[in-house]
């Protein structure tokens, strides 16, 4: 077992280390979204998340190939970019990350690559409007986002 302190690129850099091999990433979050992590309720206390690795509680999880890299949470282009900028600009953080729902019925371990299109919005209130939707996952009923 390896295991990984930090949030989600930490996770991410040391499943493509261990690529290839038979090694389980064991998780201890100390990051600042901890998506995985918060997806196998995972405790972000490192006492309580060693405890938990120290018990060997492994899942299998679906995977995503792009450019020789491989992915285990999610990715985004596009609106994410644009949600990015967007709360950069208001709220000086320019992260898209645990509070945001955009694949309300996503499992990581079924096999289904789950793709969230959203059509572009001409006016920042459009955008700001699917962004606030995407916080309780309800974007997927606006006529502009197909699942």
């Not at 998506?35 to 899942?59: M, T």
């Not at 499992?107 to 916080?135: E, Q």
Request: charged content about 20%; overall charge positive.
């Amino acid at each position: 077992m390896c295991d990984s302190t930090g949030g989600d690129w930490s996770v991410n850099e040391v499943l493509n280390g261990i690529m290839g091999s038979d090694v389980a990433i064991g998780i201890i979050p100390t990051g600042t979204a901890n998506d995985l992590a918060s997806y196998y309720r995972l405790p972000c206390n490192i006492e309580k998340a060693c405890d938990i690795i120290l018990k060997r509680r492994i899942h299998r999880a679906d995977l995503i190939l792009v450019n020789n890299r491989y992915f285990i949470t999610a990715g985004g282009l596009g609106f994410s970019s644009e949600v990015a900028n967007i709360v950069n600009t208001i709220k000086n953080q320019p992260f898209l990350g645990k509070n945001f729902v955009i694949s309300p019925d996503a499992v990581n371990d079924d096999g289904i690559f789950n793709v969230c299109l959203i059509k572009n919005s001409k006016t920042r209130a459009g955008k700001l409007s699917i962004l606030i939707k995407v916080l309780t996952g309800r974007h997927i009923y606006f006529p502009s986002v197909k699942m």
